[in-house]
C-alpha cells in the first residue's frame, strides 16, 4: 500500500509537470493529428492486398495509434536524463522514497497522455469518417497503454544505461525507424513483397498494429488478437523488469 501511494503522489506530479508545459502537449497532441488530417486521405484511392473494404481509415487509424504509442514513449527517457543533471534525483534518493515509485509514477503518466493522444485521434478519425467499433476500440487502447510502457519503460532504462541524450537519441532513432517500416504501421505488409514480409515477423510492433486493426473492426476473434497482446505483454513483462533493476541499483 505504502509504494502504491508513494507511486500515486509521484504520478500526480509527474502529470502535473507535463500539463503544464503547453508547449508540448500542443506538439505531442497535434502531430497525429496532422498525420491522419494530411496523410489518410491519400490512401482513399489506394486498393490491393490487406486493404479491405471498410475504408482507409479503418486500416491506417489502429496503425497511428501504434505510431502514437511508439513515439510517445521512447524518447521520454530524456526527461530522465534531465532530472538527473538537475539534481531531482539526487534529493530524492536521499528520502525514504523507493525509485520504483518513482518509475511506476512515470510510467502511469505515460501511459495517461498517451491515452489522451489517442482519444483526441480516434474523435478526429470519427469525424473524418471512422467507424468506431467500443468494445474493439477499447481493447485497442489498452494495446496502446501496453505499447506505451514497453518504449517508455526501455527508454528510461536505456537512458540509465548510457546517461547521454545524444546517445539515447541515436539509439531510439536507430531502433524505432525500422519497426515503423517493417511494422505495416501505414500500409498492411501485405502490400510488400515477400522478403520484407518475413522481416516483419520478428517485429513486435507488427503484431500489435495487426491486433489493432482486427480489433477496431470490430473482429475479436481473429487470432492476431491474442498473438499480439500475448508478444507485447511478454516483452512488457521483460523490460519492465530490466529497468526495475536498474532503478533499484541507484539512479544516481
Given at each position: 500500500m505504502i509504494l502504491l501511494r508513494t507511486s500515486?503522489?509521484?504520478y500526480r506530479f509527474a502529470l502535473h509537470?507535463?500539463?503544464?508545459n503547453r508547449a508540448w502537449i500542443m506538439l505531442g497532441l497535434g502531430q497525429p493529428v496532422m498525420w491522419l488530417v494530411l496523410f489518410g486521405?491519400?490512401?482513399?484511392?489506394?486498393?490491393?492486398?490487406?486493404?479491405?473494404h471498410s475504408g482507409q481509415f479503418e486500416m491506417f487509424v489502429p496503425g497511428l495509434l501504434m505510431m502514437v504509442a511508439l513515439f510517445g514513449s521512447t524518447f521520454m527517457g530524456l526527461g530522465l536524463l534531465a532530472d538527473l543533471r538537475a539534481g531531482f534525483l539526487e534529493r530524492l534518493?536521499?528520502?525514504?522514497?523507493?525509485?520504483?515509485?518513482?518509475?511506476?509514477?512515470?510510467?502511469l503518466r505515460d501511459v495517461t497522455l498517451l491515452t489522451a493522444q489517442a482519444l483526441l485521434l480516434l474523435g478526429v478519425g470519427a469525424a473524418m469518417g471512422l467507424h468506431i467499433h467500443l468494445a474493439g476500440t477499447a481493447l485497442a487502447l489498452s494495446l496502446v497503454a501496453l505499447v506505451g510502457v514497453l518504449g517508455a519503460g526501455a527508454s528510461y532504462?536505456?537512458?540509465?544505461?548510457?546517461?547521454?541524450?545524444?546517445?539515447?537519441?541515436g539509439a531510439v532513432n536507430f531502433v524505432t525507424m525500422p519497426m515503423t517500416l517493417v511494422s505495416g504501421l501505414l500500409l498492411p505488409v501485405a502490400l510488400a513483397p515477400g522478403w520484407l514480409r518475413m522481416l516483419a515477423q520478428a517485429n513486435p510492433l507488427y503484431y500489435a498494429v495487426e491486433a489493432a486493426r482486427s480489433l477496431m473492426a470490430g473482429h475479436l476473434t481473429d487470432a492476431a488478437v491474442p498473438t499480439g497482446f500475448a508478444v507485447i505483454g511478454a516483452l512488457v513483462i521483460t523490460i519492465v523488469w530490466w529497468a526495475v533493476s536498474l532503478f533499484r541499483r541507484g539512479v544516481v
Open positions: 500515486g503522489v509521484l509537470q507535463a500539463v503544464n486521405p491519400l490512401l482513399e484511392s489506394l486498393s490491393g492486398p490487406g486493404m479491405g534518493a536521499v528520502t525514504p522514497v523507493s525509485p520504483v515509485c518513482l518509475l511506476i509514477g512515470w510510467l532504462a536505456l537512458a540509465l544505461v548510457v546517461r547521454d541524450e545524444n546517445t539515447l537519441a
